[in-house]
């Protein structure tokens, strides 16, 4: 297994804790999500209800991008185009994360879309899980390529990501296979400190208890 491969996600990642969390939390608390006052109601839109999940969803993404573009996250920056279905991608050069809504605790599938299924094909850590075709890059680092799972508490707005790394794709309806999957700390700090360890089916990383001041969950799905 490729130690050096889950600390290189690791000290990328740490460089996205504080700025991801700040972001999606302002995102969170936008008017959008709310009823509007008594006093608005009749020139206020109300988008708080289920049939406008969709453009609340919509909305956060725009909202983050928009935030992430006044920022200095580097040596990350934002790429892709967010005209296409508001797409929100990041780079630093070497890995690349697609910024996905999660919510329902599964991975999104890469479904038939051929680029789609080619980002899903990262050359597993675990030799024990290279396929036919796949090998290491002769020189220079594996260009690692992560999704990024988001979701808003529907009480609190308070957001949670969840950091995974497939290994193949998958059809809708069937499981994603990966090899890293683990919720993101608010902090770097706290990212620093989390250990990892393997399993016959994934590389895991280990949160710190409750007790120790850190109590996290996870969620996952396309959006």
């Not at 453009?55 to 892709?80: I, M, Q």
């Not at 899980?129 to 799972?149: C, N, S, V």
Request: aromatic share 8%; with cysteine.
């Amino acid at each position: 297994m490729d130690n050096g491969g889950v600390e290189r996600i690791k000290q990328a990642m740490s460089d996205l804790c504080e700025p991801l969390y700040d972001c999606f939390a302002r995102a969170g608390v936008a008017k959008i999500h709310l009823r509007p006052d008594e006093s608005e109601r009749d020139h206020v839109p109300d988008f708080s209800g289920r049939e406008y999940k969709w453009l609340r969803t919509h909305y956060v993404r725009a909202h983050v991008h928009h935030d992430l573009s006044k920022r200095n996250v580097d040596p990350w920056r934002l790429s892709g185009n967010h005209r296409r279905n508001g797409e929100l991608w990041l780079t630093d050069g070497e890995l690349r994360a697609r910024v996905l809504h999660g919510p329902s605790g599964d991975i999104p599938a890469a479904g038939r879309n051929l680029a789609r299924r080619a980002f899903y094909r990262n050359v597993p850590l675990d030799p024990r899980q290279m396929r036919f075709g796949m090998q290491e890059p002769i020189f220079g680092p594996m260009k690692d390529r992560l999704l990024i799972l988001w979701d808003l508490n529907a009480a609190t707005g308070v957001p949670m990501l969840r950091v995974v790394r497939p290994i193949g794709p998958s059809l809708y309806g069937r499981r994603v296979p990966v090899d890293v999957d683990f919720v993101l700390p608010t902090t770097a700090e706290e990212l620093s400190s989390m250990e990892f360890f393997p399993s016959d089916e994934d590389i895991h990383l280990n949160i710190p208890k409750e007790e120790e001041g850190n109590d996290f969950g996870a969620g996952g799905i396309s959006g």
